[in-house]
């Protein structure tokens, strides 16, 4: 859940703040959600929170005492996770809830920015396939966000580097995280107002629910998208490696086709189990994109892409319709991909499609059947 910047040098004179450009909107312009308070202008934290300004953010205020005590003081036994932001815990509040609490290190790379980002777009922005915002802690120093708690983890934490008593997941499930995760996408991208470019989206930002309902997480890179004739957001670039549209990466132009090229890699790494960058594969095979490119053009090597773990489980056609989903998603060329939209419709009817082996097992020695003939009007 943590990030980096997707290229380029991250010295002192990079990190200063760019002048906002015309067609780069500020969060509080994002239009509430009904029945929602709207977000004053604020360009800090300590702003939007001061003389009563947290009333207009539709989340609960925790005291840091109440989070310790929710954590058991942060004891390690209650660590879900951690990354460049700081540390996630199990807490269980006085409602008895349960939730996560995500901790940020003071010290760490997601600063009060990123975290008046987060509180804002989620308390905005509400959709099943978006993990909810509970609440927030600005005590003094201290930065706490606390979410729903997400019983199965992360999506990366059943693709990669999984113990062999984890359940493998199956095709029909990763068809199923992979539409709903589009489905939060589109829902940022189509019905937001303006529209919302999340520009952080990977495996590990995928949280998994019961029955692993997916809910895109960690918004603290989040950007209005541009709006009217603007054509693009002019930004920093920031992201996770291996995730970055390429003209994102080199200009620093943010557009929703952004987010469609990383919602592409995370699909390769649902279809073959391989992660994005992977360092102790042979040179050829470290980037995902790049390795992948070469077999799109080859059909008969499609079933070489399928993740070893499936152990062939899967419908070859559903398989190679995937994988021109992804195919389409990771083009160089960003007005070459496709609408995400046009994704959520595709991964919808392919997880719609429930693989049975032992159905495609036993239809192998069923006698044939004739094709259906259309009847007279």
């Known amino acids: 859940m943590g990030w980096i910047p997707c290229s380029g040098n991250s010295n002192s004179k990079n990190r200063k703040k760019k002048k906002m450009e015309v067609h780069e909107r500020p969060v509080d312009q994002i239009k509430p959600i009904p029945g929602k308070l709207k977000v004053n202008s604020s360009s800090s934290f300590k702003e939007a929170s001061k003389n009563g300004g947290t009333d207009h953010i539709a989340a609960q205020t925790f005291t840091f005492r109440e989070l310790a005590a929710a954590t058991k003081n942060f004891r390690a036994e209650c660590l879900l996770g951690e990354g460049g932001f700081g540390r996630v815990y199990r807490g269980r509040l006085e409602s008895s809830q349960v939730v996560a609490i995500k901790q940020l290190d003071r010290d760490g790379l997601q600063g009060n920015r990123e975290f008046l980002v987060e509180v804002l777009m989620l308390s905005l922005l509400h959709h099943p396939n978006l993990v909810n915002l509970i609440g927030y802690c600005a005590d003094g120093d201290q930065r706490l966000l606390v979410y729903e708690y997400m019983s199965l983890g992360s999506l990366e934490d059943h693709l990669h580097d999984i113990s062999p008593s984890k359940k493998q997941l199956n095709w029909n499930t990763r068809m199923k995280i ?31 629910g019961e029955g ?18 603007n054509t693009h957001v002019s930004t920093r670039v920031m992201g996770t490696y291996g995730y970055c549209a390429p003209e994102y990466a080199m200009t620093g132009q943010l557009t929703p086709k952004s987010d469609v090229y990383s919602f592409g890699v995370v699909l390769l790494e649902i279809i073959t189990g391989r992660k994005a960058i992977d360092n102790s594969k042979a040179a050829g095979e470290q980037n995902l994109v790049a390795w992948a490119r070469p077999l799109f053009k080859e059909r008969r090597k499609f079933s070489q892409m399928a993740d070893p773990m499936l152990q062939g489980q899967y419908p070859p056609r559903g398989l190679y319709q995937a994988l021109a989903v992804a195919a389409m998603c990771v083009q160089e060329q960003a007005n070459m991909r496709p609408l995400i939209a046009d994704v959520v419709t595709a991964l919808t009817y392919l997880a719609s499609q429930k693989y049975d082996p032992e159905t495609v097992q036993s239809s192998r020695f069923a006698p044939h059947t004739p094709p259906r003939t259309r009847k007279a009007q």
């Not at 995760?181 to 930002?205: F, M, Q, T, W």
């Not at 692993?212 to 004739?229: C, I, Q, R, T």
Request: aromatic content about 8%.
């Open 212 to 229: 692993y309902h997916p809910k895109l997480s960690d918004f603290g890179l989040a950007k209005l998208g541009p709006v009217g004739e």
């Open 178 to 208: 992979a539409a709903g995760a589009a489905k939060g996408l589109e829902y940022l991208h189509d019905k937001a107002s303006p529209p919302v470019i999340y520009r952080d989206l990977k495996c590990s930002n995928i949280l998994l």
